[in-house]
């Protein structure tokens, strides 16, 4: 019986199997239906730049680690990219030059718009995706440069992975389409916003440079570059790719094209950020392009602002998915209160959050297409407000940094003053102001740091030039040994090591391992502060407690380029002494007794 | 005679077997809810001492590989540490080193946190090794759920070589912290506030964390008497 069921199934086949030129028109209809499928995948994918329908999350967060600084790595990888392109253009030049410019193309070569552009597509090819980068600060290179810290953070529990969530269309989006968290600068961002930045910020710019070509005027070129943008129906935040595909709107997005326009422009022309003017980036010299970047650890970060981050500038949403989202984040407050703690480590409260989102409902002052609803946006400060009472400081008027809520001549937990903090924030007239009323500018937290060592280790040079101008002491140590030189000269603050050198720090301070600031520069392969410690009589020869000099630093860090000077530095030092000012190089010793050799100067 | 037929075996449409991949996808995305802040444990878990000593080797291990490849053998690529960490973190000027996702099955959901605090050398003591607080932080549920050691670890570099010692655990003093700790902050080691200073003792080297009176000793003749605070 059975085998005559086989059989009869057997049978019935041949009755039901297509003819040969009906297979082939049904192949070819499956071809046409396949092709046109991945045709429409490519047009969606390939219409916007690769960040298109990309989310992160700021609220979900590693408990009880902390992040890397990527600063200084990113800043040095743009900063990379915008030589490589300088370099590529200038040579480009030479070779129009060298063949006598036949066709007319040295002026357009020379132009700002084609060298902005070579910058954009080094960029482009630096960055192509944030997967990419995510995947490249996972990596074991990465994490081992960063030990026991979070380099990249990308959770399996985001708040956009609620099971409530499950039947809508637009969380498979969301699911696929993630992009880590990172600390650059001290803001959390999403690595989606590092692309928007270089793709989206390319696309303003260019559509910035045709509203200028037109002969509009600098904002309402800008403002012509924001709202073109976000016209596009398929690649807005508004769009297809955007608002309909993921629910999501995100004013952090907007926020890093505004911030890549900036960067773009800056590139050749000074642009103006807040109550601040960046120099440009580039300049003509004769013929070709040159770099004129001071504080290299910057070039990316000085564009990146607390914007960036969907916490503190919150997301709108389609009804449906900001409900739920709503309701993932308000079981999470307790997570957000651990991330978001003033300068004495107690969780901020929900006014605080409110006066954030206010200020960054615009870029210093200028519209970047931020919308949010007027009642009950997804936020922290309208989700999290019960929290106040329990946790956060209700009571504080909402003040932007912690300094603000101390009262003068107080010190907080950590033995911080509100000129401590003030500097610390970067807030250089307020500094002024605490100063004139008497209040200590020396005074030291409980790591032993001055206001001084606060303004170097958050960035702030100008506060920290603003403190040494006020008469802040140039050479306390603080623990380890650390004194402002090191800290300026870790940082890359040339400036403001020759700030310090002017207003008396010794150049040969050793911190607890020996190490010097010559050390730090022949570390970072910085050849102008190695060259201004060695005219203030830095000694080479000074060696870490481990026996290390300047010299096999610089060595091994592979800055051979240094080693010359720092060669030529020895016999001077040796006769004039080490607080030889301005000695310059007068002979090449013998390399191999000063490297390898140096005995330990008894550490102080 | 009607013949009869076994039901075929019918193979479901193409574009059900992707909605049913597509459904066991966002279902497996949804098994991934973050789970709710745990309550601070009241009695926390005391941990073998060979499995400390285990995790401790890695730390150590992970260390020495760190000093090796930064600084070319020389402990002072430890004071790059500092800048390293994101700008804002309180205590900015404090060295950690640490190693994350020690045992970790899946990396960040559970195994141990163990980050060293550096208190020593002083600056000029040239005899001095190099001392750290080590805290060993277990994690559970993507959260950091429990302290479960802190101890002294001791480096000196001789000939080229690292040479340590390591203390022991003191139960007494670990249970001195731990009370001290803000339940209401997330776990973390060493604690923002945490105000650790090298004391004098016979027994060598002492450490003691100022705001508990936690104290923890380990045999380093050369630090005798030496004070230093973090």
Redesign the interface.
């Given at each position: 019986?059975?085998q005559?069921?086989l059989a009869?199934?057997h049978a019935a086949a041949p009755t039901q199997r297509p003819s040969v030129p009906e297979r082939a028109s049904r192949r070819r209809r499956a071809l046409a239906r396949r092709f046109a499928a991945a045709l429409a995948t490519s047009l969606m994918v390939g219409a916007g730049p690769p960040v298109q329908a990309h989310e992160s999350d700021q609220y979900?967060l590693?408990?009880?680690?902390?992040?890397?600084?990527l600063?200084?790595l990113l800043s040095r990888n743009v900063l990379a990219a915008i030589r490589d392109a300088v370099a590529r253009t200038n040579a480009e030049i030479d070779n129009a030059l060298a063949a006598g410019d036949p066709l007319g193309q040295v002026q357009a070569l020379q132009s700002a718009d084609h060298v902005t552009g070579q910058v954009m597509a080094y960029l482009f090819a630096t960055y192509p995706t944030n997967e990419l980068l995510d995947l490249g600060l996972l990596g074991s290179a990465a994490r081992?440069?960063?030990?026991?810290?979070?380099t990249m953070y990308r959770?399996?529990?985001s708040i956009y992975?609620?099971?409530l969530l499950?039947l809508d269309l637009s969380?498979?989006v969301r699911?696929f389409f993630r992009a880590g968290t990172v600390?650059a600068?001290?803001v959390l961002i999403g690595t989606d916003k590092i692309i928007h930045f270089i793709y989206v910020g390319s696309l303003y710019h260019q559509r910035y440079l045709s509203a200028v070509a037109r002969g509009l005027g600098e904002a309402e070129a800008t403002q012509r570059a924001v709202k073109a943008t976000a016209a596009n129906p398929l690649t807005s935040e508004s769009g297809v790719l955007g608002l309909y595909s993921t629910g999501i709107r995100s004013n952090g997005d907007l926020a890093a094209n505004f911030a890549g326009l900036k960067f773009y422009r800056n590139l050749t022309e000074p642009v103006r950020i807040g109550a601040g003017s960046l120099p440009p980036m580039l300049q003509r010299d004769g013929e070709h392009w040159r770099v004129v970047v001071q504080d290299e650890d910057t070039v990316f970060t000085r564009f990146v602002s607390p914007h960036w981050n969907e916490v503190l500038n919150p997301n709108h949403y389609l009804r449906y998915v900001g409900g739920r989202v709503r309701s993932v984040i308000g079981?999470?407050c307790?997570?957000v209160a651990?991330w978001y703690?003033d300068?004495d480590?107690q969780?901020l409260g929900t006014a605080w959050f409110a006066a954030r989102q206010r200020e960054l409902a615009t870029f210093h002052g200028e519209p970047y297409g931020h919308k949010l609803p007027a009642e009950h946006p997804v936020s922290v400060a309208d989700i999290c407000r019960g929290d106040d009472s329990a946790?956060g400081r209700a009571g504080v008027d909402a003040p932007l940094w912690w300094g603000g809520a101390l009262p003068a001549a107080h010190v907080d937990?950590?033995g911080r003053s509100a000129l401590w903090q003030a500097a610390a924030a970067g807030r250089a007239d307020e500094v002024e102001r605490l100063a004139a009323r008497g209040e200590a500018l020396d005074a030291v937290d409980?790591?032993?740091?001055t206001a001084l060592?606060a303004a170097l280790?958050?960035?702030q040079p100008h506060t920290a030039k603003r403190l040494l101008a006020l008469g802040a002491d140039a050479n306390r140590?603080?623990?380890?040994?650390?004194t402002p030189l090191l800290l300026a000269v870790?940082?890359g603050h040339a400036e403001l090591a020759a700030a310090l050198l002017q207003a008396g720090a010794d150049p040969n301070a050793?911190?607890?391992?020996?190490?010097t600031a010559l050390?730090d520069a022949a570390?970072r392969g910085d050849r102008a502060i190695a060259t201004l410690l060695l005219r203030h009589g830095a000694d080479a020869t000074l060696a870490?407690?481990?026996?290390?000099d300047a010299l096999?630093v610089a060595r091994?860090a592979g800055h051979d380029d240094l080693l010359p000077a720092l060669r030529a530095s020895v016999p001077v030092v040796r006769k004039l002494g080490a607080g030889a000012s301005g000695a310059a190089a007068v002979s090449l010793p013998d390399a191999a007794s000063s490297v390898g050799s140096s005995p330990?100067r008894?550490?102080? | 005679m009607p013949?009869?037929?076994?039901p075929?075996a019918r193979r479901a449409p193409r574009i059900w077997r992707l909605v049913g991949v597509?459904a066991l996808?966002?279902?497996l995305?949804?098994c991934?809810?973050?789970?709710?802040?745990p309550a601070p444990a009241v009695a926390e878990p005391a941990m073998d001492e060979a499995r400390v000593q285990q995790i401790v080797a890695v730390w150590r291990q992970?260390?020495a590989?760190?000093i090796d490849?930064?600084?070319?053998?020389?402990?002072?690529a430890?004071?790059?540490?500092?800048?390293?960490?994101?700008?804002?973190?309180?205590?900015?000027?404090?060295?950690?080193?640490?190693?994350?996702d020690v045992e970790a099955s899946v990396a960040?959901r559970d195994g141990f946190?163990?980050?060293g605090l550096?208190l020593a050398?002083?600056?000029?003591?040239?005899a001095d090794p190099y001392v750290f607080v080590v805290g060993i932080?277990q994690?559970a549920g993507?959260?950091?759920v429990a302290l479960v050691d802190v101890r002294l670890v001791a480096m000196a570099?001789r000939d080229g070589r690292l040479e340590w010692t390591v203390g022991d655990g003191g139960p007494q003093a670990l249970m001195r912290y731990r009370a001290r700790l803000d339940p209401?902050?997330?776990?973390?080691f060493p604690a923002?506030?945490d105000?650790f200073e090298l004391v004098a003792c016979d027994s060598g080297l002492c450490v003691e964390e100022q705001l508990s009176a936690a104290r923890w000793s380990l045999a380093v003749p050369a630090l005798a008497g030496a004070t230093?605070?973090?």
């Open positions: 019986m059975r005559s069921a009869g199934s979900t590693p408990a009880g680690r902390d992040f890397a600084d600063g200084p081992a440069s960063y030990p026991g810290l979070v959770p399996v529990e992975d609620d099971p499950m969380k498979p699911a600390s600068g001290g079981s999470r307790d997570d651990d703690r300068g480590g969780p946790r937990s950590l409980i790591d032993g740091e060592h280790r958050r960035g140590a603080a623990r380890h040994g650390v870790a940082g050793q911190d607890q391992f020996g190490r050390h570390q870490s407690r481990h026996g290390t096999q091994r330990a008894p550490a102080r | 013949s009869l037929s076994l075929q597509l996808l966002l279902l995305q949804a991934a809810t973050r789970a709710p802040r992970l260390l590989d760190y490849q930064a600084g070319g053998g020389d402990p002072a430890l004071a790059q540490l500092p800048a390293r960490r994101a700008t804002g973190t309180l205590r900015a000027a404090r060295i950690v080193f640490g190693a994350l960040e946190d163990v980050q550096l050398p002083r600056p000029g003591a040239a932080v994690r993507y959260r950091p570099t209401a902050a997330p776990l973390r923002d506030k105000r230093s605070a973090r």
